[in-house]
């Protein structure tokens, strides 16, 4: 482009050029994505935005060890109670090395996609699909002093799920898991 006759214009807004290619056939490629403006705009949110819970629309934020477990001693007491770690979620796989270790490490359950087995059962997991597994740390019911065994496994799904744990209220009816952090 040749340059403007001008010293200096002041004002302008600032602009966003698109180069128009017409590489892509993929169906699902839109102006966002082959431009790649889509990734830089997922960026700025993931950087400035607020993330809120899809389900219920509460804020997600992080919460230190104790927070969680006053959380859940707030549930009434009696209530059964799965403690969680989301080992894999939403991603392709057979995972029978990473069933098989966990197995070596002491765990005796494990969710997958929703369903529940021992890790000594023989799971077949379809490789081609995506899946969410989330091993079974411990199952309690909620009364006083159940605080520090509560609060260890607790540590222990956040170390093997990378900072995640999962706590499922046992006999809620939502498809979904009601505490979800
Ligand atoms: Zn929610």
């Given at each position: ?52 819970c899809p389900n219920c ?24 109670i799965q403690?969680l770690?989301p080992?894999?979620r939403g ?20 969710r997958v996609d929703g369903e529940v ?13 995506k899946h969410n597994i989330e ?31 999962l706590v499922d209220i046992v006999g809620a009816t939502s498809g979904r898991p009601q505490n979800e952090r």
């Amino acid at each position: 482009m040749e340059k403007p006759n001008v010293e200096s214009i002041t004002g302008l807004s600032p602009a966003i050029s698109i180069d128009q290619k017409s590489t892509s056939r993929n169906p699902r490629s839109t102006v966002g994505t082959v431009t790649e403006i889509y990734d830089y705009i997922r960026l700025l949110y993931a950087r400035i935005g607020t993330p809120h819970c899809p389900n219920c629309g509460k804020k997600i934020e992080k919460q230190s060890i104790d927070q969680i477990v006053d959380t859940v001693m707030d549930l009434e007491e009696g209530t059964k109670i799965q403690i969680l770690a989301p080992v894999i979620r939403g991603r392709k796989g057979e995972y029978t090395k990473l069933l098989s270790d966990f197995n070596k490490e002491g765990f005796v359950r494990v969710r997958v996609d929703g369903e529940v087995f021992e890790l000594t059962d023989d799971i077949n997991i379809d490789r081609k699909k995506k899946h969410n597994i989330e091993i079974i740390v411990d199952r309690l019911i909620i009364k006083e002093d159940i605080r520090s065994r509560l609060t260890e496994s607790v540590e222990t799904a956040l170390r093997f799920a990378n900072n995640l744990v999962l706590v499922d209220i046992v006999g809620a009816t939502s498809g979904r898991p009601q505490n979800e952090r």
